[in-house]
């Protein structure tokens, strides 16, 4: 099948698998598009591993339909270095030094375009060519992953928690190398990780994976037009707060915490705006805070839900 025909990189329909009577993946749906960064986030335990694996063919799944690249999971073999999956754990040979190791998978690389060189410098690994992977740290030991993975020019990159071990700095390079693939080649990506602060600075789309199933997926624009802004008020006038609150157009009262705020969301009112109808009532606010919509504060929504 000619890939290039399709807009879709990626495409999992209906994925379950379970070990026993415990289902770790349940009706599993999950599009990435061609050209896209999509970020798949979940709490550790949440599933993305096994994912990655049924998706791989590396763990058979007992439902469910999956494509990439219009292969199979059985056929992935046909992609030849289409497919690059890299995972948290380095799978590199530990005895041989880091650019030995690149010159072998070079050899085996049918359409490489880049020397081991060049993926050293792409990852700042030029200092470490001499040492056996086994000395490497743990950030080390990922970068020599990924640049291991771009001698070729795939087509679609899958990274499990691909900022595992790196520093600050380690993970500023491989966010700026993400997005360059992706801008200058083409890449595009699925990144599988609990670390939603990373993620929001480069993915396109991003899917939140909770307890075996997707709860919300979609483009990042769409996802934080949906949200809408929530208020925290409070006021030593408490009851007649409260009694506006429920009765003012446009604002919907949620709750009121421990503390005395009033949570409410307000779809078409800014704030300043509920202050100035407060006023009008002689409702004296002594705190507004606005807590302004992101895909943060909607992961800890989704991810909580159903928690203790």
């Given at each position: 099948?000619?890939?290039?025909?399709?807009?879709?990189?990626?495409?999992?329909?209906?994925?379950?698998?379970?070990?026993?009577?415990?289902?770790?993946?349940?009706?599993?749906?999950?599009?990435?598009?061609?050209?896209?960064?999509?970020g798949?986030?979940?709490?550790?335990?949440?599933?993305?591993?096994?994912?990655?694996?049924?998706?791989?063919?590396?763990?058979?799944?007992?439902?469910?339909?999956?494509?990439?690249?219009?292969?199979?999971?059985?056929?992935?073999?046909?992609?030849?270095?289409?497919?690059?999956?890299?995972?948290?754990?380095?799978?590199?040979?530990?005895?041989?030094?880091?650019?030995?190791?690149?010159?072998?998978?070079?050899?085996?690389?049918?359409?490489?375009?880049?020397?081991?060189?060049?993926?050293?410098?792409?990852?700042?690994?030029?200092?470490?060519?001499?040492?056996?992977?086994?000395?490497?740290?743990l950030?080390?030991?990922?970068?020599?992953?990924?640049?291991?993975?771009?001698?070729?020019?795939?087509?679609?990159?899958?990274?499990?928690?691909?900022?595992?071990?790196?520093?600050?700095g380690g993970?500023?390079?491989?966010?700026?190398?993400?997005?360059?693939?992706?801008?200058?080649?083409?890449?595009?990506?699925?990144?599988?990780?609990?670390?939603?602060?990373?993620?929001?600075?480069?993915?396109?789309?991003?899917?939140?994976?909770?307890?075996?199933?997707?709860?919300?997926?979609?483009?990042?624009?769409?996802?934080?037009?949906?949200?809408?802004?929530t208020v925290l008020i409070r006021?030593?006038?408490?009851?007649?707060?409260?009694?506006?609150?429920?009765?003012?157009?446009?604002?919907?009262?949620?709750?009121?915490?421990?503390?005395g705020?009033?949570?409410?969301?307000?779809?078409?009112?800014?704030?300043?705006?509920?202050?100035?109808?407060?006023?009008?009532?002689?409702?004296?606010?002594?705190e507004?805070?606005l807590?302004?919509?992101?895909l943060?504060?909607?992961?800890?929504?989704?991810?909580?839900?159903?928690?203790?």
């Open positions: 099948m000619d890939s290039s025909q399709i807009d879709v990189a990626l495409s999992v329909s209906k994925l379950n698998k379970s070990y026993g009577d415990f289902k770790v993946i349940r009706d599993l749906e999950l599009q990435v598009t061609r050209g896209s960064i999509h798949l986030v979940g709490l550790n335990g949440s599933g993305k591993t096994t994912t990655l694996e049924c998706i791989l063919g590396l763990k058979e799944f007992n439902s469910g339909n999956v494509s990439v690249l219009g292969y199979s999971p059985a056929d992935l073999h046909r992609a030849s270095g289409k497919l690059v999956a890299i995972f948290d754990t380095s799978s590199l040979p530990p005895n041989v030094s880091l650019r030995h190791c690149l010159q072998h998978a070079s050899l085996l690389c049918e359409n490489k375009v880049r020397t081991p060189q060049e993926v050293e410098a792409m990852l700042g690994l030029e200092a470490f060519s001499k040492f056996k992977i086994k000395h490497l740290s950030g080390n030991k990922r970068r020599a992953s990924i640049a291991h993975a771009l001698l070729g020019q795939p087509e679609i990159i899958l990274l499990d928690e691909p900022f595992n071990g790196l520093d600050a993970v500023d390079d491989v966010l700026s190398l993400i997005t360059r693939l992706n801008q200058e080649e083409g890449t595009s990506f699925l990144l599988s990780s609990h670390q939603l602060p990373y993620l929001e600075q480069i993915c396109s789309h991003i899917a939140v994976l909770h307890k075996g199933a997707i709860a919300l997926s979609d483009s990042v624009p769409n996802l934080l037009a949906g949200n809408i802004e006021s030593e006038d408490r009851a007649s707060l409260l009694n506006a609150l429920k009765i003012i157009d446009e604002v919907q009262y949620l709750k009121t915490d421990e503390e705020y009033h949570h409410i969301s307000m779809a078409n009112k800014s704030s300043s705006e509920l202050n100035q109808q407060l006023t009008a009532r002689n409702i004296e606010v002594s507004l805070i807590q302004r919509a992101s943060a504060s909607m992961f800890r929504a989704i991810t909580s839900e159903g928690s203790e």
